[in-house]
């Protein structure tokens, strides 16, 4: 643990990610007011002792609700890099392992997808099943697994030529048994790093989606949806357009920094792919 | 290179069928009858049936692609559900705001990324070189929308400089206009100005500590002959490359920006087609932006393979 922390990337990430986790986790229990009460004496205030973030256009405590939003990015983060990974590995793995015409369809697929214009194809996944947190973060997710199918793919095409795994086979080991149980611990650290930096871009493309109405829906707090109604009283009460992007900002840039980190300390030669 | 350029343009037309393939297919599920919409709840079926059949909407799913493709290769473009126009003049309008947009952030992106960059690269681990790249993370992970509406907060609700927001177009305000884009475009430029100064600055220290490098250096000449004169052309490849990805992303990735700063794009008319169920819109509109990205993506590959001729053999 001491070599993680004697990276500056690591140690700062480390404090910002954790500080956003510990207000997601202190939410699920406790917010200084219900997120979601109504209040048409405190509209758009701004930052005071009782409010410290100000109140919205509804009298809503805005750090109720940064808080809430917490519980909803890290779900977005998790989930999708969840639904990334285990696809995208089984692909990655099957590609390195099978070749050929497998190896090349798996492949040109994903440089098909990588090939769509992201934020489009997020906004039609969408508005085809209908706005809301699942779909956003399904459409998210998408586009996550070729980015771990061609990690898995590169990574494991190494350690499969390794005398390790020779061995292994000539022990008369299954194929599959072989990949799960060698080659995946080995690509493990891996695909902890890129996780960690997927984790961050997922909560600012569902920032993107919820900002256009597509991502979580309300009453439920998102912070790109704060932003979203922050726009319309700019004017009024600039401090709700300030809050919630910090938040966001916060966040992608505890979690970047903490992938940047594992990188450095675990794995110096890998080039980040984004 | 002529080998080459055939085998990338066969590439191109093969992955342009795919993508027209899947755009299709995509929109052929998304929910909603235009025929409906068009006429509205209170439409008989004999009349919905009429229009299916004129739209080409009771055809099989081949027929459908037959005859959309068709029409598109005739260049005759299907007319707007909603805005009653031929959808190319819907594209062409606001391409004249998408297009300029685009070029604009790039512009700003290579203006911020390119002196920093170097900056950092010629002072790599010394306090400019950390102030530059924390200002580069610090820009990573900022949304650009927000980023976006923070400027419209400095600049339109607190200076009044800017409007904070519309577009008056070319046509009526020239001045008007560009100045409408420069919020978007400087929100859309500062935030790819982030991973181009990055990757200028690694690009320029792999270069500096090339061999042709040392040698010129032991020639005898400047600095700023070594760094200007040999060693910034060779860095700029990879900076190129990413560049022109972003142009063809921006060209259809300005979405969000363009509803931020209400600009009647490319992005926004999609965004409001798609919610208007306006079907040959979205559809013309998808096709467009995502041909833009392969064939920009094309162009990049074809503009590395003359700066490094070694591509081609690979």
């Known amino acids: 643990m001491k070599r993680f922390f004697r990276n500056k990337n690591f140690t700062v990430g480390f404090i910002l990610s954790l500080i956003v986790i510990i207000a997601a986790v202190i939410s699920l229990i406790w917010t200084p007011f219900d997120a979601n009460r109504m209040n048409a004496k405190l509209r758009l205030q701004g930052p005071s002792w009782q409010h410290p973030l100000g109140t919205d256009q509804y009298g809503r405590d805005t750090l109720s609700r940064v808080m809430v939003g917490a519980v909803n990015s890290i779900i977005v983060g998790l989930m999708t890099v969840a639904i990334g990974l285990s696809v995208g590995v089984l692909l990655g793995l099957a590609s390195a392992y099978y070749g050929k015409w497998v190896d090349e369809t798996i492949m040109r697929f994903s440089d098909f997808l990588f090939g769509f214009p992201a934020v489009l194809t997020a906004i039609l996944i969408t508005s085809i099943l209908g706005p809301s947190m699942i779909n956003a973060m399904l459409a998210i997710s998408i586009f996550y697994i070729p980015v771990f199918a061609r990690l898995t793919r590169a990574v494991a095409m190494l350690i499969w030529e390794r005398e390790f795994i020779v061995a292994a086979r000539a022990a008369g080991i299954s194929e599959w048994k072989i990949a799960w149980r060698h080659v995946l611990p080995n690509i493990l650290s891996t695909l902890l790093i890129q996780g960690t930096i997927q984790f961050a871009v997922a909560i600012l493309a569902e920032a993107g989606l919820s900002y256009l109405g597509l991502g979580t829906q309300p009453p439920h707090a998102s912070w790109g949806r704060m932003l979203n109604e922050a726009q319309t009283y700019m004017s009024l009460s600039p401090w709700m357009a300030i809050f919630p992007g910090l938040a966001i900002a916060w966040a992608v840039l505890g979690f970047n920094l903490l992938g940047d980190g594992l990188r450095d300390t675990l794995d110096p030669k890998m080039v980040r792919i984004r | ?314």
């Not at chain 2, 707007?80 to 992106?109: C, N, Q, W």
């Not at chain 2, 924390?134 to 400089?161: D, K, M, N, Y």
């Not at chain 2, 798609?274 to 096709?287: A, F, K, N, T, W």
């Open chain 2, 1 to 314: 290179m002529i080998r080459y350029l055939i085998k990338k343009l066969i590439t191109l037309l093969i992955l342009l069928g795919l993508v027209s393939i899947t755009v299709f297919a995509v929109l052929f599920v998304l929910p909603g009858d235009p025929a409906q919409i068009i006429l509205g709840i209170n439409a008989t079926p004999e009349s919905l049936a009429t229009l299916r059949a004129e739209l080409g909407l009771d055809k099989s799913f081949m027929g459908q692609y037959a005859h959309w493709m068709g029409n598109l290769l005739l260049g005759q473009s299907q007319q707007s559900i909603h805005y009653k126009m031929p959808v190319y003049e819907l594209i062409r309008d606001s391409l004249a705001v998408t297009g300029p947009l685009a070029l604009l952030a790039m512009l700003f992106a290579l203006a911020i990324s390119l002196p920093f960059g170097i900056y950092a690269a010629r002072h790599q681990n010394q306090a400019g070189d950390v102030v530059v790249m924390v200002c580069t993370q610090l820009g990573l992970a900022t949304p650009e929308f927000w980023f976006g509406i923070l400027l419209t907060l400095l600049f339109s609700v607190q200076l009044g400089w800017f409007s904070a927001g519309g577009f008056p177009g070319w046509s009526t305000d020239c001045w008007g206009s560009l100045k409408a884009l420069l919020l978007p475009a400087f929100a859309l430029g500062v935030i790819r100005a982030s991973i181009l100064t990055r990757l200028t600055r690694s690009s320029m220290l792999e270069v500096l500590s090339e061999d042709y490098v040392r040698t010129a250096r032991a020639k005898g000449l400047k600095e700023r002959t070594v760094v200007y004169g040999h060693a910034l052309r060779n860095a700029l490849a990879p900076v190129l490359t990413i560049m022109g990805l972003q142009l063809g992303q921006l060209l259809a990735g300005a979405i969000i920006i363009e509803n931020v700063f209400f600009l009647p794009g490319l992005g926004r008319l999609v965004f409001n087609a798609i919610g208007q169920r306006d079907l040959p819109v979205v559809r013309d509109i998808v096709l467009f932006m995502a041909a833009a990205v392969v064939v920009v993506n094309f162009l990049v590959d074809i503009a590395y393979a003359v700066i490094d001729p070694r591509i081609q053999l690979e």
